[in-house]
Nanobody
Framework: QAQLVESGGGLVQPGESLRLSCDDP????????MGWYRQTPGKQRELVAT???????VYADSVKGRFTISKHNAKNAVYMQMNNLKPKDKAVYYC????????????????WGKGTQVTVSS
């Protein structure tokens, strides 16, 4: 049973858009950094975007200007608007919850959802 639940993936053509959602019913989001990662077969999972507890976003160069990460703390939800999707964006996208930078909890490891598939094809 995944602690985080992603949704919003699908099949789109290049140039189209999707909005991913990640729901965390168990924690208070403003205590954590949230992020989106993606992975393709045979490749390591790579960071797409993160948003810190104070709302500061960070983006991978490959998506900068096209993707926007946001969150709604009261709903315990994080979103990623993905515009101008490209074939290279095809991947399984995973939601991640981590401690804020500099935070320390003994034994802590990042939490992950099960992923949502994004396919970009003409």
């Amino acid at each position: 049973q995944a602690q985080l639940v992603e949704s919003g993936g699908g099949l789109v053509q290049p140039g189209e858009s999707l909005r991913l959602s990640c729901d965390d019913p168990t924690t208070i989001l403003n205590m954590y950094t949230m992020g989106w990662y993606r992975q393709t077969p045979g490749k390591q999972r790579e960071l797409v975007a993160t948003i810190s507890s104070d709302g500061t976003p960070v983006y991978a160069d490959s998506v900068k200007g096209r993707f926007t990460i946001s969150k709604h703390n009261a709903k315990n939800a994080v979103y990623m608007q993905m515009n101008n999707l490209k074939p290279k964006d095809k991947a399984v996208y995973y939601c991640m919850k981590d401690l804020d930078p500099g935070g320390y909890v003994e034994g802590w490891t990042p939490r992950w959802g099960k992923g949502t598939q994004v396919t970009v094809s003409s």
